[in-house]
């Protein structure tokens, strides 16, 4: 039986990549942060040592209802069992969700029940990414660009191939995956008395809503929100809902630690890199296209999945040439011919592939470039835990690997999510640079 830690939070990534921005996020306010790549032994906490935030990255976000039910059980029960005063379930910063789909509904009616608090707070916006919420209604930029839109009539998020969204009030969006009431709180309360504050979420308790929906448009709503979310976690465990921006508006009422790891350059690779793209992004597409240091490899999808091991084998043998030669390769699997193959079945092709080049080939640094590429092919590699290294961009961290396979530990990996990332990119994961 495991013993109860002394960490201040814990938290469930629906997706690798959102995991390891938390991750990033918790490193850089001076927590001590390890993400766990399942629900941790009590060999890998040992081995870990004394931590202020536990993540567990998963693919929640990927699954059906009842397989995010079975996902997420055990990591309620080893949450609760740590006794973490917030446990955290990580969504993408855009909400994208679906009731058959990655639900939002499903998350929280599964994980609640390990809480004791019946405040959920869900933190709507994360500004630093460029997504806002004001009265419910979220926002966001597409990529770096400065223009900010409607989550509904966003260029690419209105029409992502498993979940588009098409409901920019996240209380309706949540409403159609069964979680329903959810009040908000809206951002002009933040600057009322705290004791007006209180009152008013006393006031929406006392309905027993599912959950309550905070705004966070602009960063000093988000001391406001720490500030009410920590106050009650302190009084009773309690379930948290939201992007990196949680983790953001707790760490308001933290201390500082001395060691607090700040966004800082990120130094040249040593030797070649490998990179895998699965998203089917705008974002991602640009990046491809600016990696002009790359040897660019067009993956035919179709034939990866439908020709199973050996494709992948015959695939993953022309990429470790490439490599061996001392050249960077980009492995695009995005717009190929599927053949109708799903998203998910494509995602684990392509961590067939990373899995077999990294049997033949040592490698330093690699970047994978899409959620359920990242999560599916980071799932294919023999490893426990990620540790924060260096970040590369708002929303993307670089990671060290930790495996017991020494050609695996220590490894560099990147993790990005479709939207995240200026165009530059994979350039400055090969090169360096801020």
């Keep these: 039986m495991m013993a109860a830690s002394t960490a201040r939070l814990g938290w469930y990534g629906d997706d690798f990549t959102g995991a390891t921005d938390t991750l990033a996020t918790a490193a850089q306010a001076g927590l ?33 209802p009842e397989a995010m039910r079975a996902e997420l059980e055990p990591v309620g029960r080893f949450f609760a069992q ?38 959920v707070p869900i933190v709507g916006g994360q500004p630093s990414l460029g997504r806002y919420c004001v009265f419910g209604n979220l926002f966001a930029r597409a990529g770096s660009a400065p223009s900010v839109h409607r989550i509904d009539r966003h260029p690419t998020m209105s ?22 009431p959810v009040p908000g709180i809206d951002y002009p309360l933040y600057a009322q008395p705290l004791a007006h504050q209180e009152a008013a979420l006393d006031a ?84 491809v296209r600016m990696a002009v240091s790359y040897e660019t490899v067009p993956v035919d999808v179709a034939s990866l999945v439908e020709g199973g ?14 490599l061996r030669d001392g050249r960077s390769v980009l492995a695009v699997t995005a717009g190929s011919a599927s053949g109708g193959a ?13 899995a077999r080049v990294l049997a033949q080939v040592a490698l330093r640094r690699i970047g994978i470039a899409g959620g359920d590429t990242s999560s599916l092919a980071v799932q294919s590699l023999a490893a426990w835990g990620l540790s924060y290294q260096a970040s590369l961009s708002p929303g993307v961290a670089l990671c060290q690997l930790h495996s017991d396979l020494a050609a695996l530990d220590g490894m560099e990996i990147m993790l990005k999510g479709g939207q995240m990332g200026p165009g530059d990119l994979f350039e400055r994961l090969l090169h360096g640079g801020p």
């Design 32 to 64: 001590r942060a390890l993400l766990f790549m399942g629900v941790p032994t009590s060999v890998q906490l040992q081995r870990a040592g004394p931590l202020d935030a536990i993540g567990i990255a998963g693919a929640a976000r990927a699954m059906d």
């Design 342 to 354: 799903t998203a998910h079945a494509v995602a684990q092709a392509g961590g067939r592939v990373l």
């Design 309 to 322: 091991d050996a494709a992948a084998q015959a695939m993953a043998d022309r990429l470790a040439a490439l």
């Design 204 to 287: 929406m308790l006392a309905g027993h809503p599912a959950a309550v929906l905070m705004d966070a448009s602009r960063p000093e709503d988000l001391q406001a929100v720490g500030q009410l979310v920590w106050r009650r976690a302190q009084q009773a465990r309690l379930l948290a809902v939201g992007p990196s921006s949680v983790v953001q508006a707790l760490a308001t009422q933290w201390p500082r630690a001395a060691a607090a790891m700040d966004a800082r350059p990120l130094a040249a690779a040593q030797g070649p890199v490998f990179v895998l793209a699965g998203s089917l992004s705008p974002v991602t597409a640009q990046q």
């Design 159 to 180: 029409r992502h191939p498993v979940t588009p969204m098409q409901e920019s009030d996240l209380r309706l969006h949540l409403a159609q995956q069964a979680l329903q």
């Design 82 to 119: 740590m006794r973490v005063p917030v446990l955290h379930y990580k969504v993408c910063s855009t909400f994208d969700s679906a009731p058959q789909v990655g639900s939002i509904g499903v998350a929280v009616h599964t994980l609640r029940q390990h809480v004791e608090n019946r405040f």
